[in-house]
């Protein structure tokens, strides 16, 4: 199986807004096709996001940036 291919999604200027970002995420991750990823960076590690997503058949990975944000891609096999 090839690598997905992700689309990325940076959440700071929402929250930066003091904008709730998980509608936006949720949009993104129910419109992902077979073969598709999407990339979430964030200031913080999104810990309940990850769980959430893994609960509903997602696989995650996590770097923590040179910058001290997060990018955490999210894929289903």
């Known amino acids: 199986m090839a ?34 990823g999407v990339t979430i960076v964030a200031p913080f590690m999104p810990a309940p996001l990850i769980e959430l997503l893994k609960s509903e058949g997602f696989q995650s990975t996590m770097e923590h940036r040179a910058d001290g944000c997060w990018s955490v891609n999210f894929w289903r096999e």
């Open 3 to 36: 690598a997905p291919k992700f689309k990325v999604f940076d959440v700071r200027p929402y929250l930066a807004r003091g904008e709730e970002p998980l509608p936006l995420i949720r949009a993104r991750v129910d419109a992902l096709t077979a073969g598709h």
